[in-house]
């Protein structure tokens, strides 16, 4: 309303903030939005369309937003159109589900309709995503808003023939919504031409990038002239997404929506979290898997290649695990995933990279065999049990040496309402590694997933192996 819109331009003003709002946004949540500026530039950056009114969109395009029943813009929604309209940069970071797609291709369409560009010289809106099935929901999307705006659209995809696809690409298309290996093929083809590219979307960049897309992403932004928008769209904000949207955006705004805390807040998974020496985790796994029902699919992280193949080798003589990383060739990895998915092979031991893109629905387990380099990851991780409804249980090996996560970790855990270890909230609140070392009672694990097992490690000395 009104007097929020003043409130919050007021904070636009500062380097960054964070405001909660209740939006009529299904399921309906606390949303916390924060805005910050892009590193170094003071630019000033527009305030909210709180209401779909408030964005002076064409007649049209509201009529179609109105008849799909949505009642009002979605926190990045909100945040990101008036950005995108002054044609400015935007990196965004947000959670699957919070409507990103209408995020930018409103704007898209907007752009389209002012540009005459004839779409046989080739496309003037590019979108990048990561797997053939988001780059179809994306080109539905399309279909459904960009009606009234006469904008036509071809979707590129690797697992389909070329042939098809070359020929509706000829046929002329304002917006292309491609993935970065079947694109850069038809790059390299010489089927395409980007001279008209003004619009440039990374969608799930994080994802794309897990799955190795980069040098292709980088071919073709390189082919797309320098004098464009782009617009970047990811879950999480680890180094590497950070590095290439330095690279590819000019002084971009910055949008942050929801927190860990909130994507944590699944109810549906019960976390352990047991803080368990390096020696003993293998022992431990042991144990969890022993005790999982016949064919329950079990994931299991770990930090390294190298790691995730010696883990499988072991746990291999007792169960049979197939194995996952960036060092398997891309025949090897569809292989193990099939394995996996009709539950020949039910566990699976995976890096964060490979496991990343992933889409496999019904996992009953993640185990954390060592904890990732973040709180994002954990997040990440343990969201690929308990979905659609089904429970999920996440068991996660914290380490006297993962300490800096431990306030993060307790952050989610009480977000979640779950336990919380008593060592990880000591490290927690003393901001460095336990003090139990010498008590002989850091390796008790939390009491809600023992069988009885604590109590010989208890009596095994480890302490004293330590100091
Ligand atoms: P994301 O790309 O962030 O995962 P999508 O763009 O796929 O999210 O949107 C998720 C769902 O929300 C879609 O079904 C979309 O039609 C719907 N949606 C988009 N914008 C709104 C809105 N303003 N209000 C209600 N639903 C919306
Ligand atoms: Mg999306």
């Not at 949207?245 to 000019?250: G, I, K, R, Y």
């Not at 336990?434 to 095994?460: C, E, I, L, P, T």
Request: charged content about 25%.
């Amino acid at each position: 309303d009104g007097s929020m819109k003043s409130q919050l331009r007021g904070y636009f003003w500062r380097i960054s903030y964070s405001v909660c709002a209740d939006v009529p946004f299904p399921p309906p949540l606390k949303v916390v939005i924060l805005i910050s500026y892009g590193r170094g530039f003071g630019d000033n950056v527009p305030a909210p369309f709180i209401t779909f009114e408030a964005t002076g969109f064409p007649p049209e395009i509201l009529r179609d937003i109105h008849a799909a029943g949505f009642l009002s813009p979605t926190p990045i929604q909100a945040q990101t159109w008036p950005i995108a309209l002054q044609n400015r940069d935007t990196v965004a970071i947000a959670k699957t589900g919070s409507g990103k797609t209408l995020g930018y291709l409103i704007p898209a369409f907007i752009l389209l309709r002012q540009c005459h560009n004839n779409p046989q010289n080739g496309p003037t809106v590019l979108v990048l995503a990561p797997t053939r099935e988001l780059a179809t929901q994306i080109q539905d999307e399309v279909i459904k808003f960009g009606r009234s705006s006469r904008v036509s659209c071809t979707c590129l995809y690797g697992g389909a023939p070329k042939g098809p696809q070359l020929k509706e690409l000829d046929r002329g298309a304002d917006i292309v919504v491609a993935t970065p290996g079947r694109l850069n093929d038809i790059l390299e083809m010489k089927k395409i031409n980007f001279g008209q590219v003004s619009l440039l979307v990374l969608d799930e960049a994080d994802r794309m990038l897990d799955m190795g897309f980069e040098p292709q992403i980088r071919k073709i932004v390189n082919e797309i002239p320098p004098r464009r928008q782009t617009l970047m769209y990811t879950a999480t904000w680890p180094k590497e997404v950070r590095k290439i949207a330095s690279d590819l955006l000019v002084n971009p705004v910055q949008v942050n929506i929801g927190s860990v805390d909130e994507l944590a807040a699944n109810k549906s998974i019960t976390q352990y979290v047991e803080v368990v020496p390096q020696m003993e985790k293998e022992r431990r796994l042991e144990q969890i898997l022993r005790a999982q029902e016949r064919g329950s699919k079990v994931i299991i992280f770990c930090s390294t290649k190298r790691l995730c193949d010696q883990l499988a080798r072991s746990i291999g003589r007792n169960f049979g695990a197939a194995v996952i990383h960036g060092d398997k060739s891309q025949g090897e990895r569809d292989w193990v995933l099939n394995q996996f998915r009709n539950g020949k092979s039910p566990i699976l031991v995976a890096t964060d990279v490979a496991a990343r893109g992933l889409d496999i629905k019904d996992i009953r387990v993640v185990i954390n065999y060592d904890f990732p380099t973040g709180i994002e990851d954990y997040v990440h991780r343990i969201g690929r049990t308990g979905r659609a409804g089904a429970t999920g249980v996440s068991y996660t090996f914290f380490s006297e040496q993962d300490w800096k996560y431990a306030a993060d970790l307790v952050k989610v855990l009480e977000g979640a309402n779950q336990h919380v270890p008593p060592e990880v909230r000591e490290m927690a609140l003393r901001g460095g590694p336990s003090v139990g070392k010498d008590r002989g009672g850091m390796n008790r694990f939390d009491s809600n997933s023992g069988n009885g097992a604590g109590r010989r490690w208890d009596s095994g000395g480890r302490g004293g192996m330590r100091d």
